[in-house]
């Protein structure tokens, strides 16, 4: 079993930056795959950015390219969510996934069925 915990949302200015964890307890297998979404008030739910739990492949969503990075560190079962240039459009619960039966570039396609999610962190990008 593997449980997920994401931290790091809050309020911060458009421009400025948030970084979010997900901290995974249970044992991490290679074949995982990790994934940020995000969910907007009154929107569906949207893939942001992927990556495997082993490995360097990493994905992401248009809206995130070149702003948002994601990483790991296996050492303390984390996966990082960098985001720069924040933008309102980016406010949203940011909600951490993993699943040991996918691949980090299927994680981008819909339906987000996945083995484990977070309880997800709040980021809010104000004017």
């Known amino acids: 079993q593997v449980q997920l915990v994401e931290s790091g949302g809050g309020l911060v200015q458009a421009g400025g930056s948030l970084r979010l964890s997900c901290a995974a307890s249970g044992r991490m297998f290679s074949s995982f795959a990790m994934g940020w979404f995000r969910q907007a008030p009154g929107e569906e739910r949207e893939f942001v950015a992927s990556?495997?739990?082993?490995?360097?492949?990493?994905y992401y969503a248009d809206s995130a390219k070149g702003r948002f990075t994601i990483s790991r560190d296996n050492a303390k079962n984390t996966v990082y969510l960098q985001m720069n240039s924040l933008k309102l459009e980016d406010t949203a619960v940011y909600f951490c996934?993993?699943?040991?039966?996918?691949?980090?570039?299927?994680?981008?396609?819909?339906?987000?069925?996945?083995?484990?999610w977070g309880q997800g962190t709040q980021v809010t990008v104000s004017s």
């Open positions: 996934a993993a699943d040991h039966s996918t691949t980090a570039r299927a994680m981008a396609q819909p339906p987000y069925e996945f083995d484990y």
């Open positions: 990556t495997r739990w082993i490995g360097n492949h990493t």
